[in-house]
């Protein structure tokens, strides 16, 4: 069935997604490509059958690295990707799985991700962990195993979301979401590609700027997988959804505001970065340019956009079919 064919879901017009920044690609691109490629294969086994493992192989992450480190150091990039790969895999497991009320699932995760091995598949983990452990300052890694217990916490209170235990409203979803993004940790992997510790400047305006980039990253997100998290798999845990269903509003309507709030984030980081001590500044940077190439990863896998082939546009006419998004003038 052709795209033409499939019936339209929604559509929606969009200005350019950022205002001031641009996506950047490492230089090892081709490298990365053919590292990731060698580590789908170790974690084959994880997946209950050969399609579910090609779904998650033909995203491009190596395109994903490239994007959101451009200036990475090779050797950690591999240690990224390892990383990345596996938590990309476990959450798509656990969407198609369904980890909800399965009490086991969230300690286990926890366990693994401070290197204690205990007997589940996410043990897979545990020696990716151990590896960028030893190359991280014991300051920065306590940051990042915090940020990860932040993200699986915000798994959890998902969950309650989507069981109705927990209010589905705006503010509840805030609290939920900034952990189950995964991106704070994300974004501190940032220092770990470049090679620096910025943990003096954590919590000071490195802080400030990673929420804004955190912010900016979820709402574009929420944006762009609309069609396969709200229409196709009526996921109560998006930003545009909840703004249509609190104010009343139309998709047009709710895409145009959400995005409103992003380019507030985009303006807000870009203000602290130019005012930020040199070293801070440097992390900062280097969270720029990860914002811009997750927007920029998301059209081009096919994980948000769906089948097909981006045409390379990002603004225009949005058309939200059953098997792709397709963008035109």
Known sequence: MTNIEQPLLGMFTMDP????????????LHWLEGRTG???EEIRHLFPSESSFRNLARQEHGLYLALHYPDGV??????IGD?????????????????????SVYPAMRQVVEGHATGTPFDIVTPIAMTIKSKMPPAQWDRFVYLMNYMISGFAAEDEIRTGRARRDIPTYRKARSGSSGMHWSYLLCEYALDIDASPYASLELEEAVEAAVWNSIYLNDIISYRKEVLLGRDPCNYVDLYMREAGADLQEAVTHVHGLALQAERRILELQAAADPIARTAISAVVDQMAGTVAWQFVSPRYIGEGRWSGMAEGTWRLYADRTTVTS
């Open 83 to 103: 990383w990345i790969i596996t938590w990309f895999a476990l959450d798509d497991l656990c969407t198609n799985g369904s980890a909800i009320d399965d009490e």
């Open 17 to 28: 997604f950022f205002s001031f920044v641009k996506p950047r690609c490492s230089p090892h």
């Open 38 to 40: 060698q580590f789908y």
């Open 74 to 79: 090779p050797d950690r990039l591999a240690d």
